[in-house]
Protein backbone atom coordinates (compact mmCIF):
# COMPACT_ATOMS: atom_id res chain seq x y z
CA UNK A 1 0.00 0.00 0.00
CA UNK A 2 1.38 3.44 -0.95
CA UNK A 3 1.86 5.71 1.92
CA UNK A 4 -0.29 9.47 2.22
CA UNK A 5 2.67 11.48 0.81
CA UNK A 6 3.71 9.16 -1.92
CA UNK A 7 -0.34 8.90 -3.06
CA UNK A 8 0.15 12.64 -3.18
CA UNK A 9 3.34 13.36 -4.86
CA UNK A 10 1.95 11.08 -7.29
CA UNK A 11 -1.50 13.07 -7.61
CA UNK A 12 0.53 16.21 -7.80
CA UNK A 13 3.07 14.73 -10.72
CA UNK A 14 -0.12 13.94 -12.77
CA UNK A 15 -1.79 17.22 -12.26
CA UNK A 16 1.23 19.23 -13.75
CA UNK A 17 2.71 16.63 -16.04
CA UNK A 18 1.35 17.74 -19.15
CA UNK A 19 1.49 21.68 -18.15
CA UNK A 20 4.26 23.15 -20.73
CA UNK A 21 4.48 26.87 -19.62
CA UNK A 22 8.09 28.56 -19.24
CA UNK A 23 11.16 28.35 -21.46
CA UNK A 24 14.55 25.86 -21.29
CA UNK A 25 17.52 28.33 -19.89
CA UNK A 26 19.71 29.02 -23.47
CA UNK A 27 21.88 31.58 -22.16
CA UNK A 28 24.25 28.94 -21.65
CA UNK A 29 24.08 27.07 -24.86
CA UNK A 30 24.02 23.51 -22.91
CA UNK A 31 21.43 24.31 -21.14
CA UNK A 32 19.18 24.17 -24.01
CA UNK A 33 20.00 20.70 -24.51
CA UNK A 34 17.44 19.99 -21.21
CA UNK A 35 14.12 18.07 -22.41
CA UNK A 36 11.07 20.26 -21.09
CA UNK A 37 9.07 17.04 -20.15
CA UNK A 38 11.30 15.89 -17.34
CA UNK A 39 9.80 16.80 -14.41
CA UNK A 40 10.45 15.42 -10.86
CA UNK A 41 8.98 15.31 -7.49
CA UNK A 42 11.06 14.36 -4.05
CA UNK A 43 10.21 14.53 -0.50
CA UNK A 44 12.94 13.77 2.00
CA UNK A 45 12.36 13.28 6.10
CA UNK A 46 15.28 14.48 8.30
CA UNK A 47 14.94 10.33 9.33
CA UNK A 48 15.86 9.74 6.03
CA UNK A 49 12.37 8.71 4.44
CA UNK A 50 12.18 9.06 0.45
CA UNK A 51 9.48 9.54 -1.55
CA UNK A 52 9.68 10.47 -5.44
CA UNK A 53 7.87 10.81 -8.30
CA UNK A 54 9.14 11.03 -12.38
CA UNK A 55 12.70 12.22 -12.97
CA UNK A 56 14.30 12.33 -9.93
CA UNK A 57 17.61 10.51 -10.39
CA UNK A 58 18.04 12.00 -14.13
CA UNK A 59 20.76 14.43 -13.89
CA UNK A 60 21.17 18.26 -14.24
CA UNK A 61 23.21 20.81 -13.16
CA UNK A 62 22.50 22.69 -9.42
CA UNK A 63 23.41 26.04 -10.91
CA UNK A 64 21.92 28.71 -8.76
CA UNK A 65 21.10 26.33 -5.87
CA UNK A 66 24.94 25.79 -5.01
CA UNK A 67 25.09 29.60 -3.89
CA UNK A 68 23.04 29.10 -0.92
CA UNK A 69 25.28 25.75 0.43
CA UNK A 70 28.78 27.73 -0.32
CA UNK A 71 27.76 30.54 1.75
CA UNK A 72 27.51 27.93 4.23
CA UNK A 73 31.17 26.88 3.36
CA UNK A 74 32.16 30.18 3.66
CA UNK A 75 30.82 31.06 6.71
CA UNK A 76 32.82 28.63 8.07
CA UNK A 77 35.91 29.20 6.45
CA UNK A 78 36.02 32.51 7.75
CA UNK A 79 33.46 33.38 10.14
CA UNK A 80 29.95 35.33 9.97
CA UNK A 81 31.57 38.85 10.61
CA UNK A 82 34.07 38.75 7.77
CA UNK A 83 31.93 37.08 5.31
CA UNK A 84 29.13 40.47 6.49
CA UNK A 85 31.69 42.54 5.95
CA UNK A 86 31.96 41.27 2.16
CA UNK A 87 28.23 40.39 1.21
CA UNK A 88 25.44 41.77 2.36
CA UNK A 89 22.23 39.97 3.32
CA UNK A 90 20.22 42.42 1.68
CA UNK A 91 17.28 41.27 -0.99
CA UNK A 92 18.40 43.24 -3.97
CA UNK A 93 14.79 43.21 -6.15
CA UNK A 94 16.81 42.78 -8.91
CA UNK A 95 17.15 40.03 -11.45
CA UNK A 96 20.64 37.36 -10.60
CA UNK A 97 22.58 38.63 -13.25
CA UNK A 98 22.18 42.26 -12.05
CA UNK A 99 25.44 43.94 -11.63
CA UNK A 100 23.81 45.40 -8.33
CA UNK A 101 26.77 46.80 -5.58
CA UNK A 102 25.90 48.93 -2.89
CA UNK A 103 27.17 52.71 -2.85
CA UNK A 104 30.64 52.88 -1.75
CA UNK A 105 31.46 49.84 -0.60
CA UNK A 106 31.11 47.53 -3.80
CA UNK A 107 29.94 44.87 -1.59
CA UNK A 108 27.11 42.94 -3.38
CA UNK A 109 23.30 43.05 -1.81
CA UNK A 110 23.39 39.28 -0.88
CA UNK A 111 25.03 35.61 -1.46
CA UNK A 112 22.25 34.38 -4.24
CA UNK A 113 22.61 37.08 -6.76
CA UNK A 114 25.71 36.31 -8.73
CA UNK A 115 27.82 39.50 -7.55
CA UNK A 116 27.44 37.79 -4.34
CA UNK A 117 27.52 34.60 -5.00
CA UNK A 118 31.25 34.91 -6.62
CA UNK A 119 32.16 37.42 -3.82
CA UNK A 120 31.40 34.52 -1.34
CA UNK A 121 33.26 31.40 -3.95
CA UNK A 122 36.19 33.90 -2.99
CA UNK A 123 36.13 33.63 0.44
CA UNK A 124 36.52 29.69 0.26
CA UNK A 125 39.80 28.75 1.60
CA UNK A 126 42.16 26.68 -0.51
CA UNK A 127 43.39 24.26 2.59
CA UNK A 128 44.81 20.75 3.46
CA UNK A 129 46.67 20.51 -0.24
CA UNK A 130 43.02 21.00 -2.13
CA UNK A 131 41.66 23.89 -4.31
CA UNK A 132 38.81 26.14 -3.59
CA UNK A 133 36.32 23.95 -5.92
CA UNK A 134 37.88 20.49 -4.98
CA UNK A 135 36.62 22.00 -1.09
CA UNK A 136 33.48 23.31 -3.10
CA UNK A 137 32.76 19.63 -4.55
CA UNK A 138 33.40 18.04 -1.62
CA UNK A 139 30.86 20.02 0.59
CA UNK A 140 28.08 19.85 -1.56
CA UNK A 141 28.28 16.15 -1.94
CA UNK A 142 28.30 16.11 2.36
CA UNK A 143 24.57 17.41 1.84
CA UNK A 144 23.73 15.05 -0.95
CA UNK A 145 25.33 12.34 0.70
CA UNK A 146 27.41 10.79 -2.10
CA UNK A 147 30.68 12.09 -4.67
CA UNK A 148 29.39 14.45 -6.90
CA UNK A 149 31.02 15.76 -10.09
CA UNK A 150 31.51 18.89 -12.59
CA UNK A 151 29.67 18.44 -16.00
CA UNK A 152 32.60 19.48 -17.99
CA UNK A 153 30.49 20.49 -20.78
CA UNK A 154 28.18 22.77 -18.87
CA UNK A 155 31.27 24.19 -17.41
CA UNK A 156 32.77 24.98 -20.37
CA UNK A 157 29.58 26.20 -21.62
CA UNK A 158 29.59 28.81 -18.66
CA UNK A 159 33.13 29.68 -18.54
CA UNK A 160 32.85 30.78 -22.74
CA UNK A 161 29.78 32.94 -22.42
CA UNK A 162 29.91 34.31 -18.71
CA UNK A 163 31.24 37.88 -19.47
CA UNK A 164 28.80 39.52 -17.43
CA UNK A 165 30.00 37.53 -14.98
CA UNK A 166 33.43 37.75 -15.43
CA UNK A 167 32.81 41.84 -15.59
CA UNK A 168 31.19 41.45 -12.17
CA UNK A 169 34.31 40.08 -10.66
CA UNK A 170 36.49 42.55 -12.09
CA UNK A 171 34.26 45.02 -10.58
CA UNK A 172 34.35 42.80 -7.22
CA UNK A 173 38.49 43.07 -7.41
CA UNK A 174 38.47 47.01 -7.83
CA UNK A 175 36.33 47.24 -4.35
CA UNK A 176 38.95 44.74 -2.87
CA UNK A 177 35.69 42.57 -2.07
CA UNK A 178 37.50 39.74 -4.06
CA UNK A 179 41.68 40.09 -2.99
CA UNK A 180 43.46 38.37 -5.79
CA UNK A 181 43.20 38.37 -9.36
CA UNK A 182 39.33 36.86 -9.92
CA UNK A 183 39.66 34.69 -13.14
CA UNK A 184 40.19 31.71 -10.53
CA UNK A 185 37.34 32.62 -8.29
CA UNK A 186 35.06 32.99 -11.87
CA UNK A 187 36.50 29.34 -12.80
CA UNK A 188 35.37 28.24 -9.25
CA UNK A 189 32.19 29.97 -9.83
CA UNK A 190 31.72 28.55 -13.29
CA UNK A 191 32.36 24.93 -12.47
CA UNK A 192 30.24 24.82 -8.76
CA UNK A 193 27.36 25.86 -10.93
CA UNK A 194 27.98 23.36 -13.74
CA UNK A 195 27.80 20.11 -10.79
CA UNK A 196 25.89 17.47 -11.45
CA UNK A 197 22.92 16.50 -9.04
CA UNK A 198 19.48 14.72 -9.24
CA UNK A 199 15.92 16.04 -7.95
CA UNK A 200 16.65 13.25 -5.11
CA UNK A 201 19.77 14.69 -4.17
CA UNK A 202 18.13 18.35 -3.97
CA UNK A 203 15.86 16.76 -1.76
CA UNK A 204 18.26 14.98 0.25
CA UNK A 205 20.07 18.23 0.51
CA UNK A 206 17.12 19.85 1.99
CA UNK A 207 16.89 17.44 5.03
CA UNK A 208 20.28 17.70 5.55
CA UNK A 209 19.45 21.28 6.27
CA UNK A 210 16.38 20.90 7.89
CA UNK A 211 18.15 18.28 10.46
CA UNK A 212 20.20 21.30 11.24
CA UNK A 213 23.64 19.85 9.15
CA UNK A 214 23.50 16.21 9.72
CA UNK A 215 23.16 14.34 6.50
CA UNK A 216 20.11 11.82 7.64
CA UNK A 217 21.31 8.81 5.54
CA UNK A 218 24.92 9.07 5.85
CA UNK A 219 25.17 10.63 9.01
CA UNK A 220 28.09 12.84 9.15
CA UNK A 221 27.92 16.60 9.52
CA UNK A 222 27.47 18.53 5.89
CA UNK A 223 27.56 22.28 7.74
CA UNK A 224 28.36 23.42 11.11
CA UNK A 225 25.26 23.76 13.57
CA UNK A 226 25.56 27.41 13.74
CA UNK A 227 25.98 28.52 10.36
CA UNK A 228 22.12 26.52 9.00
CA UNK A 229 20.26 29.09 10.47
CA UNK A 230 22.77 32.04 8.01
CA UNK A 231 21.72 29.57 5.31
CA UNK A 232 17.89 29.45 5.70
CA UNK A 233 17.82 32.78 6.30
CA UNK A 234 19.60 33.83 2.84
CA UNK A 235 17.08 31.36 1.51
CA UNK A 236 14.41 32.70 3.06
CA UNK A 237 14.61 36.30 2.01
CA UNK A 238 16.85 36.05 -1.45
CA UNK A 239 16.75 32.53 -2.68
CA UNK A 240 14.31 32.96 -5.61
CA UNK A 241 15.52 35.72 -7.43
CA UNK A 242 13.35 38.41 -7.59
CA UNK A 243 10.42 36.83 -6.72
CA UNK A 244 11.34 35.98 -3.42
CA UNK A 245 9.16 38.33 -1.17
CA UNK A 246 6.18 36.28 -3.51
CA UNK A 247 7.42 33.12 -3.02
CA UNK A 248 8.14 34.11 0.74
CA UNK A 249 4.00 35.17 0.63
CA UNK A 250 2.67 32.51 -0.91
CA UNK A 251 4.60 28.95 -0.05
CA UNK A 252 6.04 30.19 3.27
CA UNK A 253 9.71 28.15 3.21
CA UNK A 254 13.09 29.18 2.71
CA UNK A 255 13.79 27.53 -0.80
CA UNK A 256 17.15 28.21 -3.52
CA UNK A 257 16.05 28.07 -7.37
CA UNK A 258 18.71 27.36 -10.30
CA UNK A 259 18.49 27.52 -14.03
CA UNK A 260 18.94 24.16 -14.68
CA UNK A 261 15.55 23.46 -13.43
CA UNK A 262 15.77 22.45 -9.58
CA UNK A 263 14.21 24.08 -6.79
CA UNK A 264 15.71 22.93 -3.22
CA UNK A 265 12.62 23.84 -0.24
CA UNK A 266 13.24 23.36 3.18
CA UNK A 267 10.62 22.52 6.52
CA UNK A 268 13.65 23.54 8.84
CA UNK A 269 12.98 20.22 11.34
CA UNK A 270 10.86 18.20 9.05
CA UNK A 271 11.96 17.77 5.26
CA UNK A 272 13.40 18.73 1.89
CA UNK A 273 11.97 19.35 -1.31
CA UNK A 274 13.16 18.58 -4.33
CA UNK A 275 11.95 19.94 -7.50
CA UNK A 276 13.12 19.34 -11.18
CA UNK A 277 11.98 20.51 -14.50
CA UNK A 278 13.52 22.59 -16.53
CA UNK A 279 11.32 25.46 -18.58
CA UNK A 280 11.56 28.66 -16.22
CA UNK A 281 9.45 31.53 -15.88
CA UNK A 282 10.14 34.79 -16.85
CA UNK A 283 12.41 34.93 -13.12
CA UNK A 284 14.14 32.39 -13.86
CA UNK A 285 12.17 29.97 -11.66
CA UNK A 286 10.82 26.67 -12.86
CA UNK A 287 7.44 26.91 -13.79
CA UNK A 288 5.91 23.56 -12.90
CA UNK A 289 8.14 23.43 -9.94
CA UNK A 290 6.83 27.05 -8.65
CA UNK A 291 3.13 25.46 -9.02
CA UNK A 292 4.05 22.71 -7.52
CA UNK A 293 5.80 24.07 -4.50
CA UNK A 294 2.29 26.83 -4.18
CA UNK A 295 0.34 23.43 -3.92
CA UNK A 296 2.24 21.37 -1.56
CA UNK A 297 2.60 24.17 0.63
CA UNK A 298 -1.23 24.69 0.66
CA UNK A 299 -2.21 21.52 0.44
CA UNK A 300 0.37 19.92 3.48
CA UNK A 301 -0.02 22.93 5.23
CA UNK A 302 3.82 23.94 5.32
CA UNK A 303 3.48 27.86 5.27
CA UNK A 304 5.72 28.69 8.22
CA UNK A 305 4.36 32.22 8.39
O1 LIG B 1 25.85 32.84 -13.36
C1 LIG B 1 25.18 32.19 -14.16
O2 LIG B 1 24.87 32.60 -15.23
C2 LIG B 1 24.64 30.87 -13.79
N1 LIG B 1 25.58 29.84 -13.82
C3 LIG B 1 23.89 31.05 -12.53
C4 LIG B 1 22.92 30.06 -12.45
C5 LIG B 1 21.60 30.37 -11.97
O3 LIG B 1 20.93 29.41 -11.63
C6 LIG B 1 21.09 31.76 -12.02
N2 LIG B 1 20.30 31.99 -10.98
N3 LIG B 1 20.31 32.51 -10.02
Not at 142 to 148: E, I, K, Q, Y
Request: with cysteine; hydrophobic share 40%; charged share 20%.
Amino acid sequence: MLSPIQEYIELLHSRYASSMEGQVADYIPELSKADPRWFGICIATRDGHVYEVGDTRQSFTIQSISKALVYGLALEDRGEEHVLSRVGVEPSGEAFNAISLKEGSGAPFNPMINAGAIATAGQVLKKDGKSRIDRVVEYLSGFAGRDLEINQSVYQSESETGHRNRAIGWLLRNFGILDEDPNETLETYFQQCSVEVTCRDLALMGATIANQGIQPVTRKRAIASEYVDNVLGVMATCGMYDWSGEWIYRVGLPAKSGVGGGILAVLPGQLGIGIFSPPLDKQGNSDRGIKVCMDLSRELALHMM
